[in-house]
């Protein structure tokens, strides 16, 4: 039993270390080397696309949540009103924190919008509404929620990986905006069994949030 909670807990820990090891160092790394020339959001493209393959290849191996097969129209619809919902929930949590001034007030949210918004329009849509919500998608809710979910339910399963994807984002502004999304999407994920709902999801508010800003 000990050695059984021993492997859960690694099978949750590895997969954020090969993340903060590829992705985070590797943003760094391509700064320093190339963030003057191309951007430092190209650097993040970068990063990203690289860490999507070992991210994948962990998915693929871990235990799953396993989607029911679509039969009638209804699936459908009530899909797409999980998307519609997670959707207003990142433009309703923006608008809060938006306008509650603690934006003002958090250095490290500055840093992390000067370097979301050093890039083309092209870059800002390949990195902010793909490749990272693809990444992030992978890591928090396939791999961790999912198996969080099959081993200790619903509510250690949100909960931890929402607060591991507020932490991913190194600042309190984004902290409370990716933990409450976090939340919904993990909720979904659990309802839908479809990663590709979050995903979709995901790609949206980020598009959304970029059309508009």
């Known amino acids: 039993m ?3 909670r021993i492997n859960r807990i690694i099978q949750i820990i590895y997969p954020l270390l090969v993340y903060f090891i590829v992705y985070q160092f590797g943003v760094a790394f391509l700064i320093e ?3 003057d ?3 430092k959001l190209t650097c993040l493209l970068i ?3 690289v860490c999507i393959f ?4 962990i998915y693929k191996s871990v235990p799953k949540l396993v989607p029911e097969p679509i039969n009638d129209k209804k699936q459908i619809i009530n899909y797409a009103l999980w998307c519609l919902g997670i959707v207003a929930l990142g433009i309703i949590m923006n608008i809060i924190l938006t306008q509650s001034g603690i934006v003002e007030y958090s ?3 500055a840093k992390a919008e000067d ?3 050093n890039g083309i329009f092209i870059i800002k849509l390949l990195c902010n509404c793909l490749v990272i919500p693809v990444l992030e998608e992978l890591l928090l809710r396939g791999i961790i929620t999912g198996q969080l979910y099959l081993w200790h339910g619903s509510i250690s399963a ?3 990986s929402s607060f591991c994807f507020g932490i991913l984002h190194n600042n309190i502004v984004q902290f409370i905006y990716a933990f409450v999304i976090g939340i919904g999407l993990g909720i979904m994920y659990i309802k839908c069994k479809r990663l590709s709902l979050c995903i979709l999801s995901h790609c949206l508010i980020n598009l959304i949030v970029i059309i508009f800003s």
């Open 33 to 35: 080397l190339i963030g």
């Open 2 to 4: 000990k050695q059984i």
């Open 107 to 109: 250095s490290g949210f």
């Open 47 to 49: 990063a990203g696309i």
């Open 37 to 39: 020339k191309y951007g």
């Open 115 to 117: 370097t979301l918004s």
């Open 54 to 57: 070992p991210m994948w290849i």
């Open 158 to 160: 949100v909960f931890i």
